[in-house]
């Protein structure tokens, strides 16, 4: 092999695929691969993986395999290197008998740079030899964690992938994930038989996603700000229920969104129709449970709202991450409700297994602690993943500066009398009746509501009835949580939910102590100076809108035309930098990251023709 030096590493990253910087271990992994070791890297979600081998695969002089566990994404990324005019091709089910010949073709006559393969393909009869004579000089293994029972996406095929280490023991493998606990680590390295491999663990921090965590009150509202702030990009809602997917899809279209639903309930032909109008951006809001996400690369989803709490943290963290693969600024909002908390924790207390039980109550309690907190939010999920955020200065004390908490910090104000009001109606409502009430409930005696089950409880009769006409039902619902994170009251899940005063509860109450409680934050979006501040937390540049729009425009025109989907032409972040740039000359364009050779001879004109005219 001829010597590669950085400078040809750097060309070969401009020219094939137009960017002037790697991401970064980018280039660390690619330089590794390219002196035959085996390598092991953790990347997150949008870090950047597949040019970690598409690029060697440039360099090699034979044919690189890529293992990808679904067929979708191969073709996406097939098409994608295509368009970058690299040669590339993937074999499986769904190619017709003259397109699969055609692709062996290419491969015995050696001008296929990129094979994708499913594991299942791998192992038909015969294809090892195959690949033996087709002078393999590399193998990629993505998603890996997919070998190992202990990761969440186990596939026993992937086991499967021994047998190219024992068949072509010179041939060096690149094992891929974005989620692998040490122990799915330790068992990549095993299964694959991975000789001292190189391991390259990437920060797990998004520096372009923003968190926000809000009270859910009037979610339909609360969705429609945070589309409002996205003009036509597109988003994903998860929501917990297929019967949820549904409704606020409903809603969402009732108010001129384009959105669509998505969930396990549908035929594998409706989604995958329904997904590919997500791709190709003729939905722009996907409501889906959390079916949707694994099979999809579109590096522009602009937002991930949850309308419902997350499994876990882990959950949460991945779902949020399909947000903004391409490093532009996004936003992941969710929308918190105790009440969903109450409805997990039943769920999680009927199960049977006491290990998992115990496990996923552990992780539910973590989440809430996340979810109702004032710490950074970055800080903390990155703490709960055992890393330490640091801003750009090294600073290990910093916080994001972008996060609800960092730029709307709820103020304290003394909650003595809001408190004393909630804990001392919980107590009477319970004596009035003999038995216990849900916070709704409570809430309702409070503002004083003339709703049917009061009035047959009798419940307008109690001293706190209509006590609570200052505040808003939104802002009481919220503080009866308050207090139950307090500790001042609690909710009794083996009893309905009911809420009950503890101990510290009826101490308060009797002793008028001072209790502190937050302003609600209820608003989903930020407005004004508060935005354009974490945009530039979020690495926003500034550009001409105006002509991003219609360079915009003029791209779903040649995504049409092509069959593609719009980003495979460019990127936002590509047509931002233009609007920024505003290049004249066609050499000036070439320094926009995300045009390549390849791309300038396509697109060069006509683009400086757009740019001519404004
Ligand atoms: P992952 O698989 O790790 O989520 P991808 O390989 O899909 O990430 O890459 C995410 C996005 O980042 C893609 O749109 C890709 O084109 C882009 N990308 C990758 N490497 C670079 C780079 N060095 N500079 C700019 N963009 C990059
Ligand atoms: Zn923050």
């Known amino acids: 092999m001829t010597e590669i030096t950085p400078d040809t590493l750097a060309k070969t990253l401009k020219d094939s695929f137009g960017f002037s910087t790697f991401r970064p271990l980018q280039q660390e992994i690619v330089e590794d691969i390219l002196a035959g070791r085996d390598v092991l890297a953790l990347l997150p979600t949008g870090g950047g993986k597949s040019l970690c081998y598409q690029l060697p695969a440039l360099l090699m002089p034979g044919l690189t395999l890529v293992i990808s566990p679904l067929i979708a994404l191969m073709k996406d990324q097939v098409d994608g290197l295509l368009e970058n005019g690299i040669k590339a091709a993937y074999l499986n089910s769904s190619l017709t008998d003259e397109e699969s010949k055609d692709t062996w073709r290419e491969l015995y006559r050696g001008t296929i740079k990129l094979l994708y393969l499913s594991p299942e393909r791998l192992l038909v009869e015969g294809m090892l030899d195959i690949l033996e004579q087709l002078n393999l000089q590399f193998v990629a293994v993505d998603e890996a964690h997919c070998i190992s029972s202990w990761g969440h996406d186990f596939r026993p095929e992937y086991r499967a ?17 974005a989620s692998a606990t040490e122990r799915v680590r330790g068992d990549i390295v095993d299964m ?61 279209v009732e108010k001129g969104i384009s959105a669509e639903a998505y969930h396990a309930g549908l035929s594998s032909e409706e989604r995958s129709r329904r997904q590919e109008r997500f791709v190709k951006d003729e939905t722009q809001v996907m409501v889906a449970t959390v079916a949707f996400g694994m099979g999809i690369d579109k590096p522009d989803v602009r937002f991930v709202i949850h309308h419902d709490l997350p499994k876990n943290i882990e959950s949460y963290y991945q779902e949020t991450g399909r947000a903004g693969r391409d490093s532009l600024p996004s936003e992941c909002v969710m929308l918190y409700s105790s009440s969903d908390a109450a409805k997990l924790r039943m769920f999680i207390e009927q199960l049977t297994d006491e290990t998992e039980r115990d496990v996923s109550s552990r992780q539910l309690s973590k989440l809430l602690q996340f979810a109702e907190g004032s710490e950074c939010r970055r800080v903390a999920l990155l703490g709960y993943f055992g890393e330490t955020y640091k801003d750009d200065s090294g600073d290990p004390t910093s916080t994001c500066g972008a996060c609800d908490n960092c730029l709307t910090p709820r103020e304290e104000f003394d909650g003595t009398e809001v408190s004393q009001k909630i804990v001392s109606c919980v107590l009477r409502a319970q004596k009035h009746s003999g038995f216990a009430f849900g916070l709704n409930h409570i809430v309702d005696i409070l503002m004083g509501s003339s709703v049917e089950k009061i009035k047959k409880l009798g419940h307008d009769q109690l001293s706190t009835y209509g006590a609570g006409k200052g505040h808003s039902r939104a802002e009481w619902l919220y503080y009866g949580r308050e207090l139950v994170s307090k500790g001042l009251l609690r909710i009794n899940y083996e009893r309905f939910n009911v809420l009950e005063a503890t101990q510290a509860g009826l101490d308060a109450l009797k002793n008028r102590s001072l209790v502190m409680l937050k302003t609600p934050l209820v608003s989903s979006a930020l407005s004004g100076d508060k935005r354009k501040e974490q945009r530039k937390r979020l690495g926003a540049v500034d550009y001409d809108e105006a002509l991003f729009s219609r360079l915009r425009a003029w791209r779903v025109g040649v995504a049409k035309t092509k069959g593609l989907p719009a980003y495979m032409i460019f990127s936002d972040a590509t047509l931002q930098a233009i609007a920024a740039k505003k290049p004249r000359r066609f050499d000036d364009l070439k320094g926009v990251s995300g045009i390549g050779e390849k791309k300038l001879a396509l697109y060069g004109d006509e683009i400086l023709e757009i740019l001519a005219e404004s």
């Open 192 to 252: 694959l038989e991975l000789r001292d491999p190189q391991l390259f663990v990437a920060s797990f921090n998004r520096p372009n996603l923003s968190y926000r965590i809000v009270p859910r009150i009037s979610p339909l509202k609360q969705i429609l700000e945070v589309i409002s702030s996205f003009k036509e990009e597109s988003g994903i809602i998860y929501c917990l229920s297929r019967a949820r997917t549904e409704s606020v899809a409903q809603e969402l």
């Open 161 to 177: 992938l021994k047998a190219v280490r024992a068949r072509m023991p010179k041939v060096p493998i690149l094992a891929l994930t």
